[in-house]
């Protein structure tokens, strides 16, 4: 359809509108249910987390909610000091792009690199799922970790 559109295009300017309605045009049913291994290119879409991270006087967390995410289709790593959180989350049933009133939610492949602002105990890494939230517990490295005095409890005589 795109191709027969530039064609004419190339004969007469009035084809730019047809065109224009053409690459904003829903698709249909039909078109909707290609699939990735059909056409691989558009697998690429990837959707990017969002993160919590804070730190405790020994510990990293990194938290983020993955709700509707299986834990086994979660993957994560860590890399000279940049973590990873990879997975996907799968649509269950089939909803076409006609029935949406509103869409948000992201199905499909996911994920987030962060460079850690700390160095960490790469052999003690513990991570948790529960109700949707994945928590990574860092151990921060023992240089990394200071001792502070609280001044306010040092008597003043």
């Known amino acids: 359809m795109v191709l027969d559109i530039l064609k004419k295009m190339m004969k007469n300017d009035e084809a730019s509108d047809e065109l224009g309605d053409a690459y904003f045009?829903?698709?249909?049913?039909?078109?909707?249910?290609?699939?990735?291994e059909q056409y691989p290119w558009n697998s690429?879409?990837?959707?990017?987390?969002?993160?919590?991270?804070?730190?405790?006087?020994?510990?990293?967390?990194?938290?983020?909610?993955?709700a509707g995410v299986d834990p086994k289709d979660i993957e994560i790593s860590l890399h000279q000091d940049v973590l990873t959180i990879r997975g996907k989350r799968?649509?269950?049933?089939?909803?076409?792009?006609?029935?949406f009133f509103h869409r948000e939610c992201f199905w499909g492949s996911f994920?987030?690199?962060v460079v850690l602002?700390?160095?960490v105990d790469e052999k003690n890494i513990k991570a948790f799922f529960k109700h949707g939230l994945v928590i990574i517990e860092?151990?921060?490295?023992?240089?990394?970790?200071?001792?502070t005095q609280d001044y306010n409890s040092i008597s003043t005589q």
């Open 138 to 147: 860092l151990p921060r490295k023992q240089e990394e970790i200071f001792v």
């Open 90 to 99: 799968e649509e269950t049933e089939m909803i076409y792009e006609d029935q």
């Open 111 to 113: 994920s987030r690199s």
């Open 25 to 36: 045009q829903a698709p249909t049913k039909e078109e909707q249910a290609i699939t990735d």
């Open 44 to 66: 690429f879409q990837e959707g990017e987390l969002v993160i919590d991270m804070y730190k405790t006087e020994t510990t990293v967390i990194v938290r983020s909610l993955l």
């Open 117 to 119: 602002p700390v160095s």
